[in-house]
T-cell receptor, first 120, second 114 residues
Framework: GAVVSQHPSWVICKSGTSVKIECRSL??????MFWYRQFPKQSLMLMAT?????????EQGVEKDKFLINHASLTLSTLTVTSAHPEDSSFYIC????????????????FGPGTRLTVL | AQSVSQHNHHVILSEAASLELGCNYS??????LFWYVQYPGQHLQLLLK??????LVKGIKGFEAEFIKSKFSFNLRKPSVQWSDTAEYFC????????????FGTGTSLTVIP
């Protein structure tokens, strides 16, 4: 199956610094990538949808100036947590879809292994 | 707006017991439905999915789920669990014609006691 990687797998940073997380589709071209946030013992919360070459679409309540998303190529999307604070500590997961079908069809999402962010 | 609810937050079973995890969704249109599993320390993996046809779908590792449209439900079942089924299980919904956005339930933590 398709493989999605994330880097780094974990990161610890000081409050006020910025952290960049990369999401790569290794063996397919991802037309769309998604960023999720997962709190301990809770579900995945969709943060934003990212299409290659265009601006990301953020879910309600997600600050686009704080969580900068760039989808520069069909295999790479990045999430930058700017001026991170302890409340941003979480598990960030990306997923990617490959455009296999036409409109109104389902494209399977492949999930990355996640990035554990701890802000001190 | 779509929402997904999973009634059981934490389930503990002995090996060989039968499993049923509930999932209900709210969405006015046609949906695609999924169950994902997250083993400890691993990423999400697709267990099974439904988008049309036979409402009883079979997935990997002996899991199955039944889509009951009238009840807006998509419960996950397994007749005999194993210790290796210990994991977090997430139900997810993707609305037809709403792009690829997934909405996840809160998850059910399953612990199987040997």
């Amino acid at each position: 199956g398709a493989v999605v990687s994330q880097h780094p797998s974990w990161v610890i940073c000081k409050s006020g610094t910025s952290v960049k997380i990369e999401c790569r589709s290794l063996d397919f071209q991802a037309t769309t990538m998604f960023w999720y946030r997962q709190f301990p013992k809770q579900s995945l919360m969709l943060m934003a949808t990212s299409n290659e070459g265009s601006k990301a679409t953020y879910e309600q309540g997600v600050e686009k100036d704080k969580f900068l998303i760039n989808h520069a190529s069909l295999t790479l999307s990045t999430l930058t947590v700017t001026s991170a604070h302890p409340e941003d500590s979480s598990f960030y997961i990306c997923s990617a879809t490959q455009e296999l079908a036409g409109a109104n069809s389902y494209n399977e999402q492949f999930f990355g292994p996640g990035t554990r962010l701890t802000v001190l | 707006a779509q929402s997904v609810s999973q009634h059981n937050h934490h389930v503990i079973l002995s090996e060989a017991a039968s499993l049923e995890l509930g999932c209900n969704y709210s969405y006015g249109g046609t949906v695609n439905l999924f169950w994902y599993v997250q083993y400890p320390g691993q990423h999400l993996q697709l267990l099974l999915k439904y988008f049309s046809g036979d409402p009883l779908v079979k997935g990997i590792k002996g899991f199955e789920a039944e889509f009951i449209k009238s009840k807006f439900s998509f419960n996950l079942r397994k007749p005999s669990v194993q210790w290796s089924d210990t994991a977090e299980y997430f139900c997810a919904v993707n609305g037809w014609n709403t792009g690829n956005q997934f909405y996840f339930g809160t998850g059910t933590s399953l612990t199987v006691i040997p």
